[in-house]
């Protein structure tokens, strides 16, 4: 069983900053690509930023410039660093895990439970 678990959500101000974190743990081989992805009231799930293995990223247009993701594959963990908050970015938080459990197995999308986020003044 593979579960990830993320915290550092929370409320704060427009122009404010959080940091999320997301660390896997359980029976893990490796992890390929990790991400963030966000869900609004009323709005799908979409994607916030990705990360590969080696360190590749990828951001939605409307974080761009001030959300970082990053990770410690030695910890398993993936980081979103979000600065310049404004409240369209309120919204639930997920993260999720690209999970090879074997070196036999293939890849499995894991996602964790998800962290409220809230930016309002």
């Known amino acids: 069983q593979v579960q990830l678990v993320e915290s550092g959500g929370g409320l704060v101000q427009p122009g404010g900053s959080l940091r999320l974190s997301c660390a896997a743990s359980?029976?893990?081989?490796?992890?390929?690509?990790m991400g963030w992805y966000r869900q609004a009231p009323g709005k799908q799930r979409e994607l916030v930023a990705a990360?590969?293995?080696?360190?590749?990223?990828n951001y939605a247009d409307a974080v761009k410039g001030r959300f970082t993701i990053s990770r410690d594959n030695a910890k398993n963990t993936v980081y979103l660093q979000m600065n310049s908050l404004k409240s369209e970015d309120t919204a639930v938080y997920y993260c999720?895990?690209?999970?090879?459990?074997?070196?036999?197995?293939?890849?499995?999308?894991?996602w964790g439970q998800g962290t409220q986020v809230t930016v309002s003044s």
């Open positions: 359980g029976s893990i081989f490796s992890i390929n690509a």
């Open positions: 990360i590969t293995r080696g360190g590749s990223t």
């Open positions: 999720n895990a690209q999970v090879r459990r074997t070196y036999y197995s293939v890849d499995i999308t894991y």
